[in-house]
C-alpha cells in the first residue's frame, strides 16, 4: 500500500517568514495529493490540493509543488500569521484507490 | 446544514465494554471513513464505505466494526474494548472517493478513553 512521509514533525518561524513542509509518498501511481490544516482541538479541513497533472498550485499565501519523479510534494506558506499556527498533515491516493493515506502532520508554530 | 455530525463527544469505557460511535452527514455524500488520531501517528483509517451498502477495511481494521446504515449514516462498533483504542476517532465523509480527488469534511470526533 501507499506510505507517505512527512517531515519536519515541528516548524517554528517568525511571523513574517515562510514555512515549507515536505512529503514523500511510495506508490508512483499515485495521482491525488491533498493538505489539511488541523487547529488546536478542532477538526482536520483541506486547504489545498494538487493532480499529478500538475506541477503547482497556488492559493494567496499558500502553494503546493509537485514533483512526480522524486516522488515528493511540498506546502508552502508565505507571510505567515499566528493564525497559520496549527497541525498540517499531507495525504495522497493512487489510482483507483478509495484511500487517502496521510502523513503524520507537522505541528508548525508562529512566533510574533 | 450541520454537515458532519459525531456522536458521543466524549466516552469513558472499562476494558471488555462495547459501545457504538454514531456518524451522520447530511451533504449527500456516497463515500464516508472513520479515521482514529493519535498523538504523532497522524489519522489512520479504519474502515471505509465508498457508496452506500458497501464498506472495506482501512490501514487498522482489527477490533472494529462498521455499518452503512443508509446513505447519510456510518456507524463503528467496538464489541470489546482495549486500552489500545484509547484515541480521537474523527468520521468524514465525500462526494467522491480517494484518488477522484473528493474533498473529505470532517465530523468534530469522539475523545475515547478505554480503562
Known amino acids: 500500500g501507499e506510505n507517505v512521509e512527512q517531515h519536519p514533525s515541528t516548524l517554528s518561524v517568525q511571523e513574517g517568514d515562510s514555512a515549507v513542509i515536505k512529503c514523500t509518498y511510495s506508490?508512483?501511481?499515485?495521482?491525488?495529493f491533498p493538505w489539511y490544516k488541523q487547529e488546536l482541538g478542532k477538526r482536520p479541513q483541506l486547504i489545498i490540493d494538487?493532480?499529478?497533472?500538475?506541477g503547482e498550485k497556488k492559493d494567496q499565501r499558500i502553494a503546493v509543488t509537485l514533483n512526480k519523479t522524486a516522488k515528493h510534494f511540498s506546502l508552502h506558506i508565505t507571510e505567515t500569521q499566528p493564525e497559520d499556527s496549527a497541525v498540517y498533515f499531507c495525504?495522497?491516493?493512487?489510482?483507483?484507490?478509495?484511500?487517502?493515506?496521510f502523513g503524520k502532520g507537522t505541528k508548525l508554530s508562529v512566533i510574533p | 446544514n450541520a454537515g458532519v455530525t459525531q456522536t458521543p463527544k466524549f466516552q469513558v469505557l472499562k476494558t471488555g465494554q462495547s459501545m457504538t460511535l454514531q456518524c451522520a452527514q447530511d451533504?449527500?455524500?456516497?463515500?464516508m471513513y472513520w479515521y482514529r488520531q493519535d498523538p504523532g501517528m497522524g489519522l489512520r483509517l479504519i474502515y471505509y464505505s465508498a457508496s452506500e451498502g458497501t464498506t472495506d477495511k482501512g490501514e487498522v481494521p482489527n477490533g472494529y466494526n462498521v455499518s452503512r446504515l443508509n446513505k447519510r449514516e456510518f456507524s463503528l462498533r467496538l464489541e470489546s474494548a482495549a486500552p489500545s483504542q484509547t484515541s480521537v476517532y474523527f468520521c468524514?465523509?465525500?462526494?467522491?472517493?480517494?484518488?477522484?480527488?473528493?474533498?473529505?469534511?470532517f465530523g468534530p470526533g469522539t475523545r475515547l478513553t478505554v480503562l
Open positions: 494538487i493532480r499529478s497533472n500538475v
Open positions: 468524514a465523509s465525500s462526494e467522491v472517493s480517494g484518488s477522484l480527488g473528493g474533498e473529505q469534511f
Open positions: 506508490d508512483s501511481a499515485s495521482n491525488y
Open positions: 451533504m449527500n455524500h456516497n463515500s
Open positions: 495525504a495522497a491516493s493512487g489510482a483507483g484507490s478509495y484511500q487517502l493515506t
